[in-house]
């Protein structure tokens, strides 16, 4: 579905945030019959919805909500909204169509984007793979899941985007060039399960993409994405394996026979981040670039890239220990891959968040042979460390909160070594979101310094 198929249709958009505001604005240049927002939380009330968008499209809520949503052509649904909330079961069963701003929008855009997703990479490959086109002169807007809405974009020749498992679930087409990083459960009770969300997260390859490119270390997301193929029956590219085109081999990085420069060109610690760059220069590969040809512009753009925000962010300290926020992990395995980073150092973890009832055996299997310390954190903190409890060579202490945490890591980890914030945990309950559990945490480094 495309925005100009809205034209005289009854068009319901669900959602006040920035998604839900993009669409508005996006949707009534195409005169629907009718247009309405719609808010569904209790505190419908506290949402300002005034002015231009208000003229636009009237906000219904509480004891409206429902009615507004049924009474639609069409439901527009923010990525916030998950597919196990009771209304997306009506609105099937009633047989209304639901969409998203970022199927609408990829509807008419999807042949000039890069589009990528995975449980965990994706941030970072996404921004690498549009810091190197820049770099060999293909340039590109840069946006998705990162805060620009599709729907706010301005006009380019291409697009490179980071696109969440919620966004993936509506496209009824591929981008032109799909990119999956890897594949772990993850937001299990915003779609219904591990079968749901791997279906949600992987129909990013289910409407015909010319270039499938994919990390290839993953097996499970190489057994998920078996038989899949590109539209020109090619299967997807896989990067970083051994046997690779584009890997990691005696400290340097490979396009086939040919060293293109050496590990230490990408300043972003550990194994995985190896793999991310891998699936971006296959990407560049894959859409005409000459890699090795031009490998020397692309070790300085590599050399020049500093990765994003809390993702394994190194925070200086006057004692000699290594502070570093890595506060968007949220999963078992994105602490793995963190704590991977580290293995070569003493170790102290902090843990523990909002509690989704993950499970945490795979953290417990990871950490068997390994010898470092975890401190747990509320709320999911306790439940953690009784994951990891009696294994040989794991310290586990509890903290009354993160403060609390980061003083106790003071004392316990030995000189030179690493506190490791990497929750494997939303922030969401004790913080307003992962932000400020990194301000809490940088402001608790420099409190406690001596």
């Not at 984007?113 to 002169?137: F, R, W």
Request: net charge negative.
């Amino acid at each position: 579905m495309r925005l100009a198929d809205l034209r005289g249709r009854s068009v319901a958009v669900w959602g006040t945030g920035r998604e839900g505001r993009a669409a508005v604005a996006a949707i009534a240049r195409y005169e629907p019959s009718r247009l309405i927002v719609v808010e569904d939380s209790p505190n419908y009330l506290s949402v300002e919805w005034t002015g231009a968008l208000a003229r636009l499209a009237p906000l219904a809520g509480g004891e409206h909500a429902h009615a507004a949503l049924v009474s639609a052509d069409v439901v527009v649904r923010s990525p916030g909204v998950p597919s196990t909330h009771p209304y997306m079961t009506d609105l099937r069963d009633r047989g209304i169509t639901v969409t998203g701003g970022t199927a609408l929008w990829m509807a008419d855009n999807a042949a000039r984007t890069v589009g990528v997703t995975g449980s965990k990479g994706k941030s970072t490959t996404s921004s690498l793979i549009s810091h190197l086109l820049t770099a060999v002169g293909r340039p590109n807007a840069y946006g998705g899941n990162i805060g620009v809405p599709l729907l706010d974009m301005p006009e380019a020749e291409l697009y490179v985007l980071e696109l969440s498992s919620y966004q993936c679930a509506d496209l009824t087409d591929s981008p032109r060039v799909a990119v999956v990083t890897s594949l772990f459960p993850e937001h299990l009770d915003a779609h219904g399960g591990e079968r749901e969300y791997y279906r949600d997260k992987l129909n990013i390859l289910g409407y015909g993409p010319e270039l499938i490119v994919v990390n290839g270390t993953d097996r499970r997301l190489h057994d998920e994405i078996r038989g899949v193929t590109a539209a020109n029956g090619v299967p997807p590219v896989p990067a970083a394996a051994a046997d690779s085109r584009f890997r990691v081999e005696d400290g340097r990085f490979w396009c086939g026979d040919e060293a293109l420069f050496s590990r230490d060109a990408l300043v972003l610690k550990g194994r995985h981040n190896e793999g991310n760059l891998c699936v971006a220069l296959a990407v560049l590969d894959g859409m005409g670039v000459d890699v090795a040809g031009i490998r020397g512009t692309l070790e300085t753009a590599v050399r020049a890239f500093r990765g994003l925000p809390h993702r394994l962010t190194e925070i200086e300290d006057p004692s000699g220990l290594t502070f570093v926020d890595d506060t968007l992990s949220t999963s078992p395995y994105a602490a793995m891959h963190a704590i991977e980073a580290y293995e070569n150092r003493p170790l102290t973890v902090l843990v523990g968040g909002t509690d989704r009832g993950l499970d945490y055996t795979p953290l417990r299997e990871f950490l068997a042979e390994r010898e470092l310390t975890v401190i747990g954190l509320p709320d999911s903190g306790p439940r953690i460390l009784e994951a990891l409890a009696r294994l040989p060579r794991v310290r586990t202490e509890p903290a009354e909160d993160l403060v609390d945490a980061v003083r106790l890591a003071r004392k316990i980890t030995p000189a030179g070594g690493v506190v490791l914030l990497s929750p494997a945990a939303p922030s969401y309950g004790r913080f307003r979101n992962f932000e400020h559990r990194s301000e809490v945490f940088a402001q608790a480094v420099r409190d406690t310094a001596v």
